[in-house]
């Protein structure tokens, strides 16, 4: 069954606090609409997933700080990041006043299995 939206239509209330949509999930693949309104990670705080992480940033601004590196990306619409699995990295600034959509998609880790090469 095909499925459609439109990612910008309906977006939540994001205020209080950044909110997260699964927009499709399929063997281990998620697509989420990521909706911000000025939130940052915490001081302090990380994301560290154990997954791959592609965002692609459709409305709004964003600034994401990748661990280790001194300068934090600039995310204007159109501008993608590639964060793999085990890449920490933070929101250091989304812009406030009004929303800042993301497009995220989750894949898993590929772990070498018992066949294969290697």
Same mark, same amino acid.
């Given at each position: ?5 439109? /990612? ?10 950044? /909110? ?35 965002? /692609? ?17 600039? /995310? *204007? ?25 993301? *497009?995220? *998609? ?13």
């Amino acid at each position: 069954m095909a499925l459609s939206g439109n /990612l910008l239509a309906a977006l939540p209330d994001a205020k209080e606090a950044e /909110l997260f949509e699964a927009l499709c999930a399929v063997d281990g693949v998620r697509i989420e609409r990521i909706v911000s309104h000025g939130q940052a990670t915490p001081a302090g705080e990380w994301y560290d997933q154990d997954w791959h992480e592609w965002v /692609l940033l459709v409305e709004g601004e964003a600034l994401l700080l990748l661990d280790g590196e001194q300068e934090p990306h600039r /995310l *204007l619409p159109g501008r993608w990041l590639l964060l793999p699995a085990g890449c920490r990295h933070r929101v250091e600034w989304t812009v406030p006043g009004r929303n800042t959509v993301w *497009l995220a *998609l989750h894949w898993p880790e590929q772990r070498q299995g018992k066949e294969g090469g290697g």
